[in-house]
């Protein structure tokens, strides 16, 4: 059975530093999805990794991939109020069709 | 706004109503997804619909039954569900089977009393 564990599950951090997220899964994927999550609203599409080594940047969020690692990175630079959510990562997998497996998710709460 | 349109937004049910909930996408996506997902959990998925053919039910009870009736609408036929069916209940489509992102729906907040 295919398991996504993300680490930290929680994350309080200030405004203006840097941290990442880590998301290990269990079985071979080279597709990786990065989803984020507002209170009481649905998910948004943030990053889609699909060959090992992918980076992907978009403001102030970076992802990547390590196929061979089966890990993937979610990196904040300079953080913002703004960015406080619940960040999900998902992996694909083939079980008669395809499927998203998600991880436990990351509270992230910046503060001011 | 999102792409993929549910409704309703809120649902308020008895154990021994039966409602429904629809989802609607018209961006040609041809594999949709629902998800049930539980206050600060991940969604877990329910059911995939791939060329509108059930292709996966992930052991869900059949108190909830999924329908498919053309490319662009899904729907959960709910009947008999218990307080402990009371979640978020979110619909995702996507191209097809392969790279793209699952677009996911608002979702139908539900309510068993």
């Known amino acids: 059975e295919l398991k996504v564990e993300q680490n930290p599950l929680f994350l309080s951090m200030q405004e203006g530093k840097n941290y990442t997220i880590y998301c290990n899964y269990s079985t071979t994927s080279d597709r990786l999805y990065w989803y984020r999550q507002d209170p009481g609203k649905s998910l948004e599409s943030l990053f889609v990794?699909?060959?090992?080594?992918a980076v992907k940047q978009e403001g102030r969020l970076m992802a990547s991939l390590d196929t061979k690692a089966r890990l993937s990175t979610l990196h904040i630079t300079a953080a913002v109020h703004d960015l406080s959510a619940t960040y999900f990562c998902?992996?694909?997998?083939?079980?008669?069709?395809?499927?998203?497996?998600f991880g436990q998710g990351t509270r992230l709460t910046i503060n001011p | 706004d999102t792409e993929v349109t549910q409704t309703p937004k809120h649902l308020v049910m008895g154990m021994t109503n039966k409602k429904s909930l629809k989802c609607e996408q018209h961006?040609?996506?041809?594999?949709m997804y629902w998800y049930k997902q539980k206050a600060k959990k991940p969604p877990e998925l329910m059911f995939v619909?791939?060329?509108?053919?059930?292709?996966i039910n992930e052991s869900v009870p059949s108190r909830f039954s999924p329908e498919c009736p053309n490319s662009s609408l899904l729907n959960l036929h709910l009947h008999a569900l218990q307080p402990e069916d009371s979640a978020l209940y979110l619909c995702?489509?996507?191209?097809?089977?392969?790279?793209?992102?699952?677009?996911f729906g608002d979702g139908t907040r539900l309510s068993i009393l």
């Open positions: 990794l699909l060959s090992n080594g």
């Open positions: 619909y791939s060329y509108e053919k059930l292709s």
């Open positions: 995702a489509s996507r191209l097809r089977q392969g790279d793209q992102p699952q677009h």
């Open positions: 961006m040609g996506h041809r594999a």
């Open positions: 998902a992996v694909d997998v083939h079980q008669g069709a395809q499927k998203l497996v």
